[in-house]
């Protein structure tokens, strides 16, 4: 009798192992944010080149946080950051001549973001449905935007960056609440850098297209 009273139900523990994983996930993905502006501000002189080489930089650093998952929490948190201000370096040109041209799309875009990360978010976090295909899915979808965004370079298609764009929303709300989805079912803590770096790219990602759309750029 005072067994049943004194110990938590099972569930406890991986309940409020989800809890933390939560927490913790997001704060990582506040921080990588904090660190990608802070990029953004730093680059916003740079070239081209250096944009490039800087995007290389951030794709090793995503790997190589593949690599130290398994090895060193600490290193993959610092590899986390260096990705987040790597990225920011990357988008650092595109972001200052949109401040200078159109802020307001900034602005615009960045609202809908936190709305349609919120919504997808949410319906990821909250279904009981096992999303794993439409993770499936969502990957070979991203593949053929890749290759629909690499004909848009050398064939003209009226409205094809709008398209793009909305594909491409379509395509982020799916692998958004997967994401959320893979948040809520894990209970490994050490998975939390991991599921933050997708997050953001979810994040950026969606930002960026919306940024395209409310421009009205056919970039």
Known sequence: MTDLVTRPPAEATPRAQTHTLFAQTMGYVAATAALFALGA??????????????????????????????????????????FG??????VA???????????????????????FIAG?????????????????????????????GIV???????????????LGLVIFAALTAVDFQRLRNSTDISAAPLLAASIFLDILNVFQFFLQILSGEEV
């Open 85 to 90: 201000l790597l990225l920011g370096l990357t």
């Open 93 to 115: 040109p595109t972001f200052a001549y949109y401040a200078g041209m159109d802020p307001q799309a900034l602005w615009q875009a960045g609202g809908a973001t936190a709305l």
């Open 41 to 82: 501000y730093l680059g916003r002189d740079l070239s081209g080149g250096v944009g490039i080489v800087a995007f290389l930089a951030a794709l090793g650093t995503l790997i190589g946080m593949q690599y130290a998952s398994s090895r060193s929490v600490q290193l993959t948190v610092g590899l986390l950051g260096a």
């Open 120 to 148: 997808f978010g949410a319906a990821g976090y909250a279904t009981r449905r096992d999303l794993t295909a439409l993770s499936r899915i969502g990957f070979w979808a991203l593949v053929g935007l890749i290759g629909f």
């Open 152 to 166: 848009l370079i050398f064939l003209q298609i009226p409205h094809g960056a709008l398209i793009y764009s909305i």
